[in-house]
């Protein structure tokens, strides 16, 4: 078995931008702008915020952080996205999910410039995804792709399942394995909670990617052996022997099937890294465009 290490190849990737920016700076080019929103004050969220956050200061990138209170409203939500979709200054920009209860997540999606939608969630660039345009990609399933491409694992004609169909990495995941390209060129199953025998069809995969946020469900019968693995699930559990109380678990039981596959992600440190160089790239993708 070997590792897809993500953390190893997110930090290959942020030396990789680390240089571009030196470069665009020494050209007296416009240094990447990253942006995030947070509503509230959930603790998971706020992490995953301020992770971005530092990772653009690791590259060189300017960033700005927007942290509003849980009661902002809707119209006070749009009003700022309509600032930054103004804001030269800024080239791409993230709405951390989930957003509170009475405010309306769609119709905030639909309302960032898709030029400026780095996370890849509005229609625009998932209908160009679908479509092979040019685009930004979501982070989540853009990592993966980047994970696979670096570790040369061979896609064409093999047997994908993707468990989970949510709109941020079940369902493009699975568009992406399909696509006339590398990575690609799979034979995809997507399968969710209410497809039938998930054990007998996870079992036939060669290329398994999950992200369903149940932790260790995916037990070793569930696994090809020789099988690589892809997991993207990352939830708490209570951990008494951790000071903080828990542990982060994915959804395979790594334990179990570590032993018979040929590659696997670790959690963490295995997409949750990839995810944040991918939002990275696509903020270089974004001051870029503006180039030309
Ligand atoms: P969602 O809750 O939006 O979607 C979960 C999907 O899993 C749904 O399609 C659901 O099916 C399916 N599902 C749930 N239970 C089962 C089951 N028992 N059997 C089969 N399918 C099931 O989750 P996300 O896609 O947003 O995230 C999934 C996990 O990945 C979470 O742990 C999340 O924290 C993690 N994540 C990690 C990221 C990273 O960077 N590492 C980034 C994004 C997510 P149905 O549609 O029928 O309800």
Redesign the pocket.
Known sequence: MQLLDGLLVSKTIKQELTEKVAIRKSLGKKVPHLAAIIVGNDGASMTYVASKVKSCEEVGYDSTLIQLPSETTEAELLQKIHHLNQDDAVDGYIVQLPLPKHINEHKVLMAVDYRKDVDGFHPENVGRMALGLPCFLPA?PA?ILELLKRYNIETEGKNCVV????H???MPMGLLMQRNDYPGNATVTV?????KD?EKICSQADILIV????PL?ITKEMVKPGAVVVD????RIEDSTKNSGFRLAG?VDFQQVADQVSFITPVPGG??PM?IASLLVNTFIAVERKDV
């Open positions: 989540t990592g468990v989970g169909r949510s941020i990495v079940g399968v969710h909670s209410k497809t998930i992200a369903i946020g149940k469900m993207v699930g990352i939830t959804d997409v949750g995810t």
